[in-house]
């Protein structure tokens, strides 16, 4: 994640106008009431204090407007925020990886995280797919800001160990769950936010709970150490489920490979799941190519709101980094991985 801009050296009014729009005006009624009323009563009589008081208290509205000005800025600010929200195209399948078979009834299930599709203004019989925002309106998943990034370079016609670690790490599980669905597999998705350690569920019996869980960490060619393995083991533990899958774009270190082959749990690393893949019959393959290359493949999606981020340059000689569409509502970031920040 990126680091944030330490509050030390920023004026009151760059904080006032990183807050909600309701802080300056609570702000400003505080300062008017208490230059107005409640200092003159605490001056009282007093021959010093008393003019003092009647002075700030006749400059009441010159202090509290500053608030009011600064909170209408906010409010206006936050509302245009609301009105630029582009249209989007659909997810269809989505989520992580690991093993691989075939239900025995051939079913298949790919739900993803995603809500039920409205009207919009997409053309007679495009696919339209929503997500709702931090505050509830329906937000588009993929906007009209992929023309910044999509058109820079043409689009690959191959998989390729690339290809996998250039994928945000939502595509990334919604390529994983794609590739399930393509062998047959049943699986669910957990909603956005917090996952609790599991992005998706497989079925391959008709118990009808699941027999394995997955997990998927698309930190490009970055090494995935022992914690987050032990936490799905923890998961695995709190879930009953004697199987997982751990899924990267890179690399396991030794003692991720250790606790993993001791507690059935199967780590699939960048290498292992380009192969898998390119098992897939050629035609399977380029639908999940395309797929996987669709829109803005590489710049991240927001974790809270499901659209993509934008780049916001660093201050202070900090790098740059993703922030979401809707700042100030929601202040998600993530880290720019370094050749894209160069």
Known sequence: MAR??????????????????????????????????????????????????????GM????????????????????????????HKVIKGGADIAGVGRHPQGETKA???????????QPAGA??????????????????????????????????????????????????QKFYELNGIRSETTALGPDGGIDIRLYQDDSGRP??????????????????????????????????????????SDDAKQVASSNGITLINGEMLLMMIKRLPAQDQATLLSFATEGDYTVPTCPSCGIKMKRVGGTNGRGDFWGC????????????RREAAS
């Open 60 to 87: 009441a509205w010159l202090f509290s407007g500053f608030f009011f000005v600064i909170g209408a800025i906010v409010y206006a600010r936050t509302a245009a925020s609301r009105k630029q929200v582009p249209p």
């Open 325 to 336: 569409h809707n700042y100030p509502r929601c202040r998600q970031k993530l880290g720019m």
């Open 111 to 121: 739900q993803g995280r995603q809500e039920p599709a409205i009207a919009t203004s």
């Open 4 to 57: 944030r801009r330490g509050k030390q050296g920023k004026s009151l009014f760059e904080e006032l106008m990183e807050a909600p729009w309701q802080a300056s005006i609570v702000i400003g009624a505080i300062t008017f009431i208490g230059l107005k009323w409640i200092l003159p009563s605490i001056a009282g009589s007093n021959m010093f204090l008393k003019p003092v008081a009647e002075a700030f208290s």
């Open 211 to 252: 027999t394995s869980i997955v997990q998927c960490k698309a930190w490009g060619d970055r090494l995935v150490g022992v914690k987050p393995v032990r936490e799905l083991l923890g998961v695995m533990t709190h879930e009953k489920i004697g199987k997982a899958f751990f899924m990267a774009s890179g690399h396991f």
């Open 127 to 176: 696919d339209v797919d929503v997500r709702r925002g931090v505050l509830g309106e329906p937000i588009d998943i993929y906007p009209v800001w992929k023309g910044q990034h999509a058109d820079a370079a043409p689009k690959p016609t191959a998989w390729s160990l690339e290809v996998i670690r250039d994928v945000e790490w939502k595509r990334f599980e919604d390529v994983c």
